[in-house]
């Protein structure tokens, strides 16, 4: 089945650096992939949507200038956190589903980015 | 995307079936259910969807109800591993992001 892979799977740096989070479609391509945010005990909340070739779109609350979002292939977006504090600790979630199979297919889901700020 | 609802939380014994119900009585006629589920410190796992006929995959059953307005996922042996929080959504179609709602808490009780 299709595969959505997150890279790193966990990291922790300190407050003020920017740390990048990869999401890659192993076996589609997609020319739409989703970054979400969870926080503990809540559910999960769209950040963005990335579209390849174009600019994100994202929602509302969601600073553009923080959370760079770059789909610069058919197979990759890259998620980059700028100048992280620790309010942005969070499990970080990318998913995409290829448009060549029908438009009811589902997306799949990268194992999410565990992101520690200290 | 159509509002759903889901109880908080359920328990199971192992080895029995477990019916997790979801209401989404605002659905529109292109709007297909989808079931994911997410353990804990994981990302959310497809298991199933469907638009108006019950589906069997093998993983699940999907019922869903003649009006569409609700449907109910069936785990028949549920297992220890089952233990997770399942998220019923619809959606209309590609290019659309799904929208999770609180989701139920299943446990698998030993």
């Known amino acids: 089945g299709a595969v959505v892979s997150q890279h790193p799977s966990w990291v922790i740096c300190k407050s003020g650096t920017s740390v990048k989070i990869e999401c890659r479609s192993l076996d589609f391509q997609a020319t739409t992939m989703f970054w979400y945010r969870q926080f503990p005990k809540q559910s999960l909340m769209l950040m963005a949507t990335?579209?390849?070739?174009?600019?994100?779109?994202?929602e509302q609350g969601v600073e553009k200038d923080k959370f760079l979002i770059n789909h610069a292939s058919l197979t990759l977006s890259t998620l980059t956190v700028t100048s992280a504090h620790p309010e942005d600790s969070s499990f970080y979630i990318c998913?995409?589903?290829?448009?060549?199979?029908?438009?009811?297919?589902?997306?799949?889901f990268g194992d999410g980015t565990r992101l520690s700020i200290l | 995307d159509a509002k759903t609802t889901q109880p908080p939380s359920m328990d199971c014994a192992e080895g029995r079936a477990a019916n997790l119900p979801c209401n989404h009585s605002t659905i529109s006629g292109n709007e297909y259910v989808y079931w994911y589920r997410q353990i804990h410190s994981q990302g959310p796992q497809y298991i199933i969807h469907?638009?108006?006929n019950n589906e069997t995959n093998e993983m699940a059953s999907l019922i869903i109800t003649e009006d569409r307005k609700s449907s109910t996922l069936i785990l028949p042996h549920a297992t220890l591993r089952d233990t997770a929080v399942y998220y019923c959504?619809?959606?209309?179609?590609?290019?659309?992001?799904?929208?999770f709602g609180p989701g139920t808490r299943l446990s698998v009780l030993p």
């Open positions: 469907g638009l108006k």
């Open positions: 959504i619809v959606r209309v179609g590609y290019g659309q992001n799904f929208v």
């Open positions: 990335s579209n390849e070739g174009s600019k994100a779109t994202y």
């Open positions: 998913s995409a589903s290829s448009p060549l199979t029908g438009d009811n297919q589902p997306q799949h």
